[in-house]
């Protein structure tokens, strides 16, 4: 169990487009969601909490409105990058943790496979 | 402020033990985890502590000491497959969300 998929895997855009990435949960539902951004050879980078039903809460020096987030159910969230630019090009993962008390672990996150986003 | 150390880089050979170090300063606590995380894929699961003392899953243990703000992953009979970084991670309640704050990660190399 505790199963979350995310799509794409790669993506490939051009500088100026969208691109929208989705974060599952395939077996639990998940209140909370995460989504992070790490650069080769450096830790995870936590921009945004995202909370299903809510806004997405931002880190500071994310920018809102160009990392637009959706949390439209308890098993998925989204997470668009618009008018993307090449130093956007990441790797974009996605957590979960589970909702309510039933879960021994509830504070546990549980990662997506991540996207590789790259931007021409 | 909010701060989680562990070394850069480590390096072992296949068959013996390594102990991959953290500390942290956090303003409040409720749990330390552990991540392994392969080049190129996301982080998976290792262990978690939120009492003092041990905490051992086959090969893998985790020892915590919250009076020292200090943990240490221990890795036995190393394989091959075990070179990965190794995430740190603490729960602080000051965070919302159950958000946890990341230490940068220990690349470890394992040698034949």
């Known amino acids: 169990g505790a199963v979350v998929s995310q799509h794409p895997s790669r993506v490939i855009c051009k500088s100026g487009t969208s691109v929208k990435i989705e974060c599952r949960s395939l077996d639990f539902q998940a209140t909370t969601m995460f989504w992070y951004r790490q650069f080769p050879k450096q830790s995870l980078m936590l921009m945004a909490t995202s909370n299903e039903g809510s806004k997405a809460t931002y880190e500071q020096g994310v920018e809102k409105d160009k990392f637009l987030i959706n949390h439209a159910s308890l098993t998925l969230s989204t997470l668009t990058v618009t008018s993307a630019h090449p130093e956007d090009s990441s790797f974009y993962i996605c957590?979960?943790?589970?909702?309510?008390?039933?879960?021994?672990?509830?504070?546990?996150?549980?990662f997506g496979p991540g996207t590789r986003l790259t931007v021409t | 402020g909010q701060n989680i150390d562990q070394p850069t880089e480590m390096t072992a050979t296949e068959g013996a033990i390594v102990q991959i170090n953290c500390t942290y300063q956090?303003?409040?606590?409720?749990?330390l985890f552990w991540y392994q995380q392969h080049a190129g894929e996301a982080p998976t699961f290792l262990s978690y502590?939120?009492l003092d003392g041990l905490e051992e899953k086959g090969r893998f243990s985790s020892f915590l000491s919250r009076s020292k703000g200090y943990s240490y992953l221990l890795l036995k009979e190393l394989q091959m497959k075990d070179s990965a970084s190794y995430l740190c991670a603490v729960r602080d309640p000051a965070h919302s969300n159950y958000q946890l704050i990341w230490g940068a990660g220990t690349k470890l190399i394992i040698k034949p």
């Open positions: 956090t303003s409040g606590f409720n749990g």
């Open positions: 502590n939120v």
């Open positions: 957590s979960a943790r589970f909702s309510g008390r039933w879960r021994e672990r509830s504070y546990e996150q549980y």
